[in-house]
Structures are given as structure tokens and as C-alpha cells.
């Protein structure tokens, strides 16, 4: 079946600007997870939604990130006013349920100049 | 807090050689620990899970690896490397269940032929 897919798989943005990244979940996925991989910090953990519970925001390193899910499924991250340190990939993941084993997809390339 | 400690960065073996690559984790709770691969420019990739039982677990492509509670480590092994295992491999902790996954910073695997 269809994995967990990204868009766009490469964005290039200037300083100053906003950009969203979009999220889609396997089928009947009910737990969506958004990483970021960066050099310097390697893979950190962003944000986590589980159904129509409130999302666990604890990873979101400052308040130019958000991110929202509609409906259950497709979700958008999106950076604010982007900074060169937001330069990254950052992974999409989802899971059938909330402790169980995480898919992810292939990454959006996020370059700031 | 939960971390992950992968020691090598980088590890360089002969095609046919076995190999093992290390993981230690720091975790007050009964982990969930997995191992993923990652290829340039791609997503992440499932290798194997541990959550209970058996403590050897086995994976695709011929992976392998042990959950020792007293070392607190879960090593990947694989008896004899192939070309296409070149890839990034990363040890991760699954905190509050599996919701959080604590990525170790990876061991870049090189194959010499």
C-alpha cells in the first residue's frame, strides 16, 4: 500500500519568509509525528497528534512553528518567518496507533537563504 | 532524561565481513527500542523493534539485534555485509510508549569491496 508521503520534497525559501510543509499519513493511520533532522542536532522529535486529542507540542523549538492536522489526516507544519537555522529535513511519520511502531516518509529538504 | 549513545560515527567494513554496530540508551521505564537505516536522500526506514519477550529480535534484509537490560544496549549485527547495506543507520528509544522516538546521531556505514 501507499507509505507516508511529503510535499514538497525540496524548498528553497529566503530569510524573513513563511513556508508550509504537508504531511500525508498512511491510510487509517491514527498517530502522525513530525521530526526535524538537522547537522548539528541530528533528529529531534517536533510534534505528535493522536486522533482528536490535543497534539503534543513539546518539541517545537519556538513559536514560528506550528502545525495543525484536518480531519484526522493530512497534516501541515508550518515555520514563520524562517531563519537560516531552520535548514533541514524534516520527516513525517505516522502509526496505527499510538504505541505502535512509526512509518515514515522520505523528507522535505528545507533550505533558508 | 532519555538519550541514545551510538559511539561510532562511522564504521568501514569489507563486503562479506559481519558487522555490529552499537546502541546504548539511558531510560528509567522498560524501553522500546528500534533500529532504522536510511539511504542518501531517502526517508527512514524500519529495520527491527524491540518492545517485549524475546530479547534477540530479527529484522529485514538479514539484520539482527539483542536487548541486554544490564548493559543497557541493543546492537544491531549482521553476519555478513552486502554493498547495499551502505546506508546511515540510527538507534532509537520509543518514551511515553512509542509516541517520542530519541534518535541516537547515527554510524555512517561504508562498504568496501
Known amino acids: 500500500g501507499a507509505g507516508v508521503s511529503q510535499s514538497p520534497s525540496n524548498k528553497v525559501t529566503e530569510k524573513g519568509k513563511d513556508v508550509e510543509l504537508r504531511c500525508d499519513p498512511i491510510?487509517?493511520?491514527?498517530?502522525l509525528y513530525w521530526y526535524r533532522q538537522s547537522l548539528g542536532q541530528g533528529l529531534e522529535f517536533l510534534i505528535y497528534?493522536?486522533?482528536?486529542?490535543?497534539?503534543?507540542k513539546s518539541g517545537l523549538p519556538s513559536d514560528r512553528f506550528s502545525a495543525e492536522r484536518t480531519g484526522g489526516s493530512v497534516s501541515t507544519l508550518t515555520i514563520q518567518r524562517t531563519q537560516q537555522e531552520d535548514s533541514a529535513v524534516y520527516l513525517c511519520a505516522s502509526s496505527l496507533l499510538r504505541q505502535e511502531t512509526q512509518y515514515f516518509g522520505p523528507g522535505t529538504r528545507l533550505l533558508v537563504l | 532524561a532519555q538519550s541514545v549513545t551510538q559511539p561510532d560515527i562511522h564504521i568501514t567494513v569489507s563486503e562479506g565481513a559481519s558487522l555490529e554496530l552499537r546502541c546504548n540508551y539511558s531510560?528509567?521505564?522498560?524501553?522500546?527500542l528500534f533500529w532504522y537505516v536510511q539511504s542518501p536522500g531517502q526517508g527512514l526506514q524500519l529495520l527491527l523493534k524491540y518492545f517485549s519477550g524475546d530479547t534477540l529480535v530479527q529484522g529485514i534484509k538479514g539484520f539482527e539485534a539483542e536487548f541486554k537490560r544490564s548493559q543497557s544496549s541493543f546492537n544491531l549485527r549482521k553476519p555478513s555485509v552486502h554493498w547495499s547495506d551502505a546506508a546511515e543507520y540510527f538507534c532509537?528509544?520509543?518514551?511515553?510508549?512509542?509516541?517520542?522516538?530519541?534518535f541516537g546521531q547515527g554510524t555512517r556505514l561504508t562498504i568496501n569491496p
Open positions: 491510510s487509517g493511520h491514527t498517530a
Open positions: 531510560y528509567g521505564a522498560t524501553p522500546y
Open positions: 497528534f493522536q486522533g482528536n486529542s490535543a497534539p503534543d
Open positions: 532509537a528509544v520509543g518514551v511515553q510508549g512509542a509516541q517520542k522516538l530519541v
